[in-house]
């Protein structure tokens, strides 16, 4: 089972609509997550990390659930700009660093 | 200031053939790593560094070679590419101490190389 678990999709949704993904993690000891997008042939790029309390970022909004080792991202009011693959990353300790652990990614299609 | 950039974008191969594909950070960044990126695999760690003259494997190592002798560059070496090797390469650098704590990731990465081995 790979450490970092994400539902591949696609999510195909409507312009406007509300569209949440999840992204399970094995490592009970993990510390510190992001989610990332990634764009059909390019790098991927930081999207918003992922607080305990939660982090809002204008319609994105990241939560947290240690005790479930989830993490979720919610896309509210969906543009055609948002179609992207976004990827979880989690970080554990590692003798002396911290190592990520990426997500397959899931990809999302937002269609007119 | 460029980021960090990779040569060759694209890159053919014979298997049994080496290569090195180069990787440069300008933003003084302690830590840099290398993925391979497969169709429904996401993106592996091959190898990392977090600081000039230390290296250390990921996820998927066998294979690559590594080595940090500036804090700028990390090139990863194909020792013999075979056709399982065909992948995307992403380098990445991130402002972050070893051991330390981190509650944002400012990783940037690199463009990509585009590797098939024949």
């Known amino acids: 089972r790979k450490e970092v678990e994400q539902d591949p999709g696609p999510f195909n949704v409507p312009e406007g609509a509300t569209v949440a993904f999840n992204c399970t993690y094995s490592?009970?000891?993990?510390?510190?997550f992001f989610w990332y997008r990634q764009d059909c042939r390019k790098e991927p790029k930081l999207l918003m990390s992922v607080y305990s309390s939660g982090n809002e970022d204008g319609r994105f909004t990241a939560q947290l659930n240690r005790a479930s080792q989830y993490i979720s991202l919610l896309i509210r009011d969906s543009k055609l700009s948002d179609s992207a693959t976004y990827l979880c990353?989690?970080?554990?300790?590692?003798?002396?660093?911290?190592?990520?652990?990426f997500g397959r990614g899931t990809s999302l299609i937002v269609h007119p | 200031n460029a980021g960090v950039t990779q040569t060759p974008k694209f890159q053919v191969l014979k298997t049994g053939q080496s290569m090195t594909l180069q990787c440069a950070q300008d933003?003084?960044?302690?830590?840099m790593s290398w993925y391979r990126q497969d169709p429904g695999m996401g993106l592996r760690l091959i190898h990392y560094?977090?600081?000039?003259?230390?290296?250390d494997q990921g996820e998927v190592p066998n294979g690559y070679n590594v080595s940090r002798s500036t804090t700028e560059d990390f090139p990863l070496r194909l020792l013999s590419a075979a056709p399982s090797q065909t992948s995307v390469y992403f380098c990445a650098s991130r402002d972050q101490l070893a051991g330390g704590p981190i509650s944002t990731d400012t990783q940037y990465f690199g463009p990509g190389t585009r590797l098939t081995v024949l």
């Open positions: 490592n009970s000891a993990s510390q510190s």
């Open positions: 560094s977090v600081g000039a003259g230390i290296t």
């Open positions: 933003m003084n960044h302690e830590y």
């Open positions: 990353v989690v970080f554990h300790r590692s003798g002396g660093s911290y190592i990520p652990t």
